[in-house]
């Protein structure tokens, strides 16, 4: 299993601009790609990628692109067109072509992709787009039930990931965003109720496990394991069964649950 982590920069302008900048959805186009490559249920790094791009429709940054993104024009004047670039890209992750995964914070790379080779009629994106902006949030809720949309600077923060580099250099948030995602999906970091109901469900042998069998976990699971569901589920820890049947281990679950096994679980307290 591989997950490739991209941050892309793209051109862009200031407020003082407004006949551009109001377009900017419209028009920017990508002048540097950074990707980083985890692989594995332990999301090991497994390689990088990283290129600049010439734009053609808007050949010169603006001043305003330049200091945000520390991108000079003699980068891009010197890098191939968006074609040769994407061409290079996808020659890099082809070997994960079956079945990829492409996560980046928000959908903004994946929607400036899918626009780009479109217009170039170079088909679509060819991988299943993981947004770790939307998936952080849901699980700070479900973990602590608040509700957040940070900056991937305040989320490396507030994970307690240390974040090296400058920001808005796509290479850099790159790498930013690989650990911050290997940090949400570390099976230390599983709220407690569900590391409970893992070894709930490891004590059973791995059998289907719903509400009904987690009393002994805290005495009324109608109070916290719908929160707990939605986690496993989404950390694809489990497969929820149809007609309420409860959650099942996927393969990857299993590996969760070993490396949980010898841990010492506090008492389960219910959620806020």
């Not at 929820?240 to 096994?261: I, Q, S, W």
Request: aromatic letters at 6%; proline letters at 7%.
């Amino acid at each position: 299993m591989a997950i490739i982590v991209v941050d892309v920069e793209a051109t862009c302008w200031p407020d003082e601009q407004p006949e551009l900048r109001n377009r900017q959805r419209e028009i920017s186009e990508i002048i540097e790609i950074g990707a980083v490559r985890l692989r594995g249920p332990e999301l090991r790094v497994d390689g990088e990628y990283q290129a600049f791009i010439q734009p053609k429709q808007h050949p010169v940054l603006s001043d305003f692109c330049v200091e945000l993104t520390s991108i000079t024009q003699a980068d891009v004047d010197a890098a191939p067109v968006f074609s040769e670039a994407w061409a290079a890209f996808r020659a890099w992750f082809e070997p994960d072509l079956d079945g990829l995964v492409m996560a980046s914070w928000s959908v903004y790379d994946h929607v400036l992709f899918a626009r780009q080779l479109q217009e170039q009629g170079l088909g679509d994106p060819p991988w299943e787009n993981v947004d770790l902006k939307a998936e952080f949030a849901q699980l700070v809720f479900l973990r602590d039930g608040q509700r957040l949309r940070p900056s991937l600077s305040k989320a490396l923060t507030r994970a307690g990931v240390p974040q090296s580099g400058r920001a808005h250099r796509a290479i850099v948030d790159a790498r930013n965003t690989a650990a911050l995602l290997k940090n949400l999906r570390d099976p230390a970091n599983l709220s407690l109720l569900s590391r409970h109901v893992l070894h709930c469900i490891d004590e059973r042998g791995g059998a289907p496990t719903h509400a009904g069998h987690l009393r002994t976990v805290l005495p009324n699971p109608k109070r916290w394991y719908h929160r707990v569901r939605k986690e496993l589920v989404l950390l694809q820890i489990c497969q929820e069964l149809p007609h309420g049947r409860g959650l099942k281990l996927t393969p990857y679950g299993r590996t969760v649950v070993d490396a949980l096994r010898d841990q010492e679980l506090p008492q389960a307290v219910e959620p806020v």
